[in-house]
Each structure stands twice: as C-alpha cells, then as structure tokens.
C-alpha cells in the first residue's frame, strides 16, 4: 500500500475518533431529540426551579413558592408563609416538565376561542440561572381529556395532558408541609418541655444517650427518650385549621398553652411547638384525616386530636395526641427507673464491701470468675450472672432528690458497698507495672434506715434511689454466697462407714469385705442395702439451692445446732479416709425446701437443700432413728 495513502487514512480516522468523542457523544440520540421535541417545554429541568407562582385557582389568587437554591426546601411564601410539602410541589413542577405537545391548534394566539383570554390560570416558573417560563392554562377540549395551553413569547397554542387540571391545589393547605416540625430542625439534641409550672429538659450527648438536664442531671430511661424522639420526627399535621380574622389564639387554647415543646441543638433554639386544648367537636372538612372516608374512623382519628402551632407561624393544625401524652406530663416519667443498667460482659470485676471485704474477677481473655484472695476457691459463673442480674433489674420505688443529709437513709456509712469495674487489657503487656484501663461502672451504696426500708446511692449521682429491701437481701455477703453450688466430688463407692444421728439416738452402717452395706456392732435395726447405696449416690451428687448464711453462730437460727439430723460419712480407708457430714433443720417458708450445713474450708455454711432428695434421705436411713 501506498504510505501517503496509508498516512492519509490514519488522520482521517483519527479526526474521525476525536469527532466521536468531542462532539458525537454529546449529541443526543434521535429517540431523545423526538422525545425533547414532543414536550411543551423542552430542556425543561425541574430540579433547577427555584421560584414558581400561580395566578388564577378559584380559591388561591396567588400561590407564590420559593426555594434558596436547589436541593433546598420548598416554603409557600404567598398567601401565607409555611413549610411545603416537597412531595406536593415536586410531583407539580415534575409534571410540568413532561407536559406533552398532544396537538398544536394554532399557529397563532387566538387566546379569546381556547378559554385563553377571560381568567385563565398562569403558571411563572425562574429557575436557579434565571431563565423564566409563563404559561397560560385555558378550557378544556371538548372531548375533556386535553387542555389548551400557551407558552407567552411562543405563538403555538398546544392541547396537552388534561389531567393537568385536577394537579392543581383547591386550597394552599394542600400543598403545606405535613410533617410538624420544619426540617432545619431534623438534628436537634435537647428537647424543653414547659407544662404549667413544671420544666424539664432532655439532652442527648455526642454518643447519642439521652439525659435529664433539668430540674436534675440525672440518667434517663432510654427507651422513653427514644421513643419520644421518633415520635418529634414522624409527628404529621392531621388537620389545618383556619385562624379568625383577628388572628386570636384564644379559641385553641393557644394564647395561653397547656405546654411548649421546644427543639434546640447546640443550646440554640430551632422550632417550638405551642400545645392547645383538645379538640372537641369534629369538622365537617375531614378529607385530610382518614383515607377511607368512613365517617366512624374519621371520629375516631379526631377525637383524639389537639390544637397546636408552631411559635414562629399562625397557621394553627390539629395533631395527634400520642405527643401531647408523651410530654404533658412530670419530668419523672422520664427518670431512668433501674438503679443501673449493664450490657453483657461489661463488668469483669465485682469489689464488695461490708461486713468482709472481697474481690471477684474475670480474668483476660476467660469467661470464669476467680475469687482474687484465694483463686482455688470454686466460683459458680451462674450465680456470679444472676448477681449482676439482680443489680441491673433493681427498679426504684422512690427518688430521693439531693438529700442534705445521708444518715437518715442508713447510708453514713453504707450497709454495703458494690464497685462494678470493667479493668479493661493491660496497658503494659509485661504487666510490670500492673496498670489497666480501669473504669469503674458504678459504686452502688446500700443502706436501710429504722423502718427497715431499703436505699442506694450511686457515687456518680446525687439522688437516692429507694429500692425493694428483698432485692438486697438476694445479694451476696460473702464469697461464699458465689461459691460453686456443686457441694462436693467423692464417688459413693468408697464410702466405708455412714453414721446416722437425731438428738440422742445414734446408728452405724459399714461395708463388709464384700462391700456390703450392714449395721456395726451396737446399732440395731433393719436396713435396705440398695436403698443406702442409692442414698450415697444422691448425696456424691447433691448441691445447694440456695447459700444461705455461715457461720457456727448461725446454725441455731436454722434449727441445724447437734442434735439435729445428722448424716456423717467417711471415704477410703486408714489415713486417706475423709469424714464428711450433713445436718438437716427447718423447712424454708418460701421455698419449702430444708436448711442444711455443712463444713466447708471449716466453715459451718448454711444453704437450701433439695426436697426431694431430702425424702430420699429420710427413706433410706429415717427408719432407723425410730428403732427402739
């Protein structure tokens, strides 16, 4: 080939990509050039309106709308300043842009024939750039399914969409916002509430937990606050209202509110909210309340409605009274009703303080609990849990407000003392220091005063909290209250001897070479040999309920002092035999299980003991005590 002709191709294709790329690509296709043709207003873009009034509705001599910038929200500036409906106004502007060319009639303006002339309605429309479009909207066609339209500047007279009638608002209500409060509002952090003479405030902090801030700094119950937010957000108008000439609230209970709900962020003010009497009468105007029309639901809905308004407007609505409920009412409502409130996993040390001191601890990277002064001792997670359980359920019965004095609440010095803590991983990995992320929960102190009524403090707050006395007896004293429930492990075929007692009376059962149960010399009676082995057998297996109490001065309280019945019992033999023992008293009046005791670590320890193994006990070896 020649390489002049060869050159020549290459720079006409390449002249020809750079056509396609800098000019062809940007050219509409002829689907949308017809498409562009067939509008009335061709590059038309409704998200650049920024301003658009309408002369000539029936019941709206001028609807004047405005917008700062696109984006922005629409407000009625004309016959009345509110809020728009964005769904409203932008389905409207929406429609004007796709408004077909379904004929042209006329290539020039005979504006008296087509209804053009005599009160037609004019649509002015500037977009952001200041380009403007005027529309005239004149009589329907005769068939009714078209309407003649004229573009000022333009001479064609068009027939278009005759639905673009009915997208016309009847009343400038039609087209005002329904969500209550504006939408500069949507990031508010602090809710006042004035209701009568009683105020109070909610605050929400960076980490998004809500707080009372007045009349007391104190934690609040979440799921109230919560609630109450959604509801500020999702509250709707039900029913605009029309004000008197005079432009008197007096008629609404607004001159004078029952309360105002204001929203601030940042200390500064964004919207307030006057609530007004309750609705009593309902409407003959009803269409803007129940979908259905039923006339039944549309009392309903209204009969429990209120008048309200927005301090910086005069149109006064009606609004639904789940709002007014939720804060017409006493700061208390919002008060955090649980002494504290814990996560799962989120303390991982337990400092109790009282009549002994102890320190129960998660170590890293674990999920058992260890008793720090003696890390051998057997704790029970499960109870350690139903402990932490207990403490997050506590509920208070009463607030106490800054108190001038603690003694009266038996707090000076307090009953006992809880530190939750979560330590947190090791700052210094060699634990050479033995520094931690230490934080501490909460410092819970409990007291009782003289009528045996129950309090606590947290050290972080000023109040005091009354609370339910049988929810501090349900916590532990004592490390042992947290000790593992399982009582012993000892396999019941090396038991060798088992004494049998009750007051005076005494009996022994031992095994034989063979390893059969019998009576030793000096004890009579008869004995069932399967039921002694089934005996041992629960007894290897048994364990506490409940701990109870400990201590030797303690057992006459629970009627287990000697004396009482006494089962005693050894394993292996010589001097590897182990002796153990278990002493029954009185029956528990809640559960109606039997106090037992035993030794452990050398402490008599007081705990329930299971009924129905109980029964057993007495089946196989109760006979025997009554063996003259």
Same mark, same amino acid.
């Given at each position: 080939?020649?390489?002049?002709?060869?050159?020549?191709?290459?720079?006409i294709a390449?002249?020809?990509?750079?056509?396609?790329?800098l000019?062809e690509?940007?050219?509409?296709?002829?689907?949308?050039?017809?498409?562009?043709a067939a $509008?009335?207003?061709p590059?038309?873009?409704?998200?650049?309106?920024v /301003? !658009?009034?309408? $002369?000539g509705?029936?019941e709206?001599?001028?609807l004047?709308?405005? #917008?700062?910038?696109?984006?922005?929200?629409?407000?009625?500036?004309?016959?009345?300043?509110?809020?728009?409906?964005?769904?409203a =106004?932008?389905?409207?502007?929406?429609?004007l842009?796709? *408004?077909?060319?379904?004929?042209?009639?006329?290539?020039?303006?005979?504006?008296g024939?087509?209804g053009?002339?005599?009160?037609p309605?004019?649509?002015?429309?500037e977009?952001?750039?200041?380009?403007e479009w005027?529309?005239?909207?004149g009589?329907?066609?005769?068939?009714?399914?078209?309407?003649?339209l004229k573009?000022?500047d333009?001479?064609d007279?068009?027939v278009?969409?005759?639905t673009l009638?009915?997208?016309?608002?009847?009343?400038?209500?039609?087209?005002?916002?329904?969500i209550?409060?504006?939408a500069?509002?949507?990031?508010?952090?602090?809710v006042k509430v004035?209701h009568?003479?009683?105020?109070?405030?909610? %605050? #929400?902090?960076?980490?998004?937990q809500?707080?009372?801030t007045?009349p007391?700094?104190?934690?609040t119950?979440?799921?109230?606050?919560?609630a109450?937010?959604?509801?500020?957000?999702?509250?709707?108008?039900?029913?605009? =209202?029309?004000?008197s000439?005079?432009?008197? !609230?007096?008629?609404?209970?607004?001159e004078?509110?029952?309360?105002?709900?204001?929203l601030k962020?940042?200390?500064?003010?964004?919207?307030?909210?006057?609530l007004?009497?309750?609705?009593?009468?309902v409407?003959?105007d009803?269409?803007n309340?129940?979908?259905?029309n039923?006339?039944?639901?549309?009392?309903?809905?209204?009969?429990?409605? $209120?008048?309200?308004?927005?301090?910086n407007?005069?149109?006064v609505?009606?609004?639904?009274e789940?709002?007014?409920k939720?804060? +017409?009412?006493?700061?208390?409502?919002?008060?955090?009703p649980?002494v504290?409130n814990?996560?799962? &996993?989120?303390?991982?040390?337990?400092?109790?303080?009282g009549?002994?001191?102890f320190v129960i601890?998660?170590?890293?990277?674990?999920t058992?609990?260890?008793y /720090?002064?003696?890390?051998?001792?057997?704790?029970?997670?499960?109870?350690v849990?139903?402990t *932490?359980?207990?403490?997050?359920?506590?509920?208070?019965?009463?607030?106490?407000?800054?108190?001038?004095?603690?003694?009266?609440?038996?707090l000076?010095p307090?009953?006992r003392?809880? =530190?939750?803590?979560?330590?947190?991983?090791?700052?210094?990995s060699?634990a050479?220091?033995g520094?931690?992320n230490?934080v501490?929960?909460?410092?819970l102190n !409990?007291g009782?005063?003289?009528?045996?009524?129950?309090?606590v403090?947290?050290?972080?707050?000023?109040s005091?909290?009354?609370?339910?006395p049988?929810?501090?007896?349900q916590l532990p004293?004592?490390?042992?209250?947290?000790?593992? #429930?399982?009582?012993?492990? !000892?396999?019941?075929?090396?038991? /060798?001897?088992?004494?049998i007692?009750s #007051?005076?009376?005494?009996r022994?059962?031992?095994?034989n070479?063979?390893?059969?149960?019998?009576?030793?010399?000096?004890?009579?009676?008869?004995?069932?040999?399967?039921? =002694?082995?089934e005996?041992?057998?629960?007894?290897s297996?048994?364990?506490? *309920?409940?701990?109870t109490?400990? &201590?030797?001065?303690?057992?006459?309280s629970?009627? +287990?002092?000697?004396?009482?019945? %006494?089962?005693k019992?050894?394993t292996?033999?010589g001097?590897q035999?182990?002796?153990?023992?278990?002493r029954?008293?009185?029956?528990s009046?809640t559960?109606?299980?039997?106090f037992?005791a035993?030794l452990?670590?050398?402490?008599? %320890?007081?705990?329930?003991f299971?009924?129905?193994v109980?029964?057993?006990?007495?089946y196989?070896f109760?006979n025997?005590?009554?063996?003259?």
């Amino acid at each position: 080939m020649n390489p002049k002709s060869t050159k020549i191709l290459m720079i006409i294709a390449a002249a020809l990509f750079l056509f396609i790329l800098l000019f062809e690509r940007r050219m509409p296709d002829t689907l949308t050039s017809l498409r562009e043709a067939a $509008r009335i207003l061709p590059g038309f873009d409704p998200g650049n309106i920024v /301003q !658009f009034e309408i $002369r000539g509705l029936s019941e709206i001599p001028k609807l004047t709308l405005r #917008r700062e910038k696109p984006g922005a929200a629409w407000f009625i500036i004309r016959p009345e300043k509110y809020p728009a409906s964005e769904y409203a =106004v932008g389905n409207f502007v929406m429609s004007l842009a796709a *408004l077909p060319k379904l004929s042209n009639v006329a290539e020039k303006s005979e504006d008296g024939v087509y209804g053009l002339e005599k009160a037609p309605i004019e649509i002015h429309l500037e977009d952001d750039g200041g380009q403007e479009w005027n529309l005239k909207i004149g009589a329907a066609t005769a068939a009714g399914n078209g309407v003649y339209l004229k573009v000022t500047d333009v001479p064609d007279i068009y027939v278009t969409d005759g639905t673009l009638l009915s997208r016309f608002p009847e009343q400038v209500n039609e087209w005002k916002r329904r969500i209550v409060f504006p939408a500069e509002s949507e990031g508010f952090d602090s809710v006042k509430v004035n209701h009568g003479e009683l105020t109070y405030e909610l %605050t #929400r902090d960076p980490g998004g937990q809500w707080k009372l801030t007045k009349p007391i700094e104190t934690r609040t119950s979440q799921a109230l606050a919560v609630a109450l937010e959604q509801t500020i957000r999702e509250l709707r108008v039900q029913k605009f =209202v029309e004000t008197s000439e005079s432009g008197s !609230f007096q008629e609404y209970g607004l001159e004078d509110p029952e309360g105002v709900l204001t929203l601030k962020r940042g200390g500064i003010e964004l919207a307030s909210l006057l609530l007004g009497d309750l609705m009593e009468d309902v409407s003959a105007d009803n269409s803007n309340i129940a979908p259905n029309n039923d006339p039944n639901s549309l009392d309903k809905a209204l009969a429990q409605s $209120r008048y309200a308004k927005l301090g910086n407007q005069k149109d006064v609505f009606l609004i639904p009274e789940i709002l007014p409920k939720q804060v +017409l009412v006493s700061a208390l409502r919002y008060r955090d009703p649980f002494v504290v409130n814990l996560q799962p &996993g989120e303390v991982n040390r337990l400092e109790v303080r009282g009549s002994e001191f102890f320190v129960i601890e998660q170590k890293k990277d674990s999920t058992n609990w260890v008793y /720090q002064a003696r890390p051998d001792f057997p704790i029970d997670n499960e109870l350690v849990t139903k402990t *932490l359980a207990t403490l997050s359920a506590m509920r208070v019965s009463k607030f106490h407000d800054l108190p001038n004095d603690l003694k009266p609440f038996g707090l000076a010095p307090p009953w006992r003392q809880f =530190v939750l803590k979560n330590t947190g991983d090791l700052v210094n990995s060699s634990a050479d220091t033995g520094a931690t992320n230490e934080v501490v929960i909460a410092q819970l102190n !409990f007291g009782f005063n003289d009528l045996q009524e129950a309090f606590v403090k947290r050290a972080d707050e000023s109040s005091v909290y009354q609370v339910s006395p049988t929810v501090l007896f349900q916590l532990p004293r004592g490390p042992f209250q947290l000790r593992d #429930r399982d009582l012993w492990d !000892f396999d019941s075929a090396t038991v /060798q001897t088992v004494v049998i007692s009750s #007051r005076d009376q005494s009996r022994t059962l031992q095994r034989n070479e063979q390893g059969q149960w019998g009576l030793a010399p000096g004890s009579s009676g008869v004995i069932n040999p399967f039921a =002694v082995d089934e005996a041992l057998f629960k007894i290897s297996q048994a364990e506490a *309920l409940n701990w109870t109490d400990q &201590g030797i001065d303690k057992l006459q309280s629970y009627q +287990l002092e000697e004396g009482a019945f %006494t089962i005693k019992w050894k394993t292996g033999k010589g001097a590897q035999a182990v002796e153990r023992q278990l002493r029954f008293g009185a029956i528990s009046p809640t559960t109606q299980n039997p106090f037992a005791a035993t030794l452990l670590d050398n402490k008599w %320890t007081i705990f329930e003991f299971s009924g129905e193994v109980y029964g057993e006990l007495l089946y196989a070896f109760g006979n025997l005590l009554q063996t003259p």
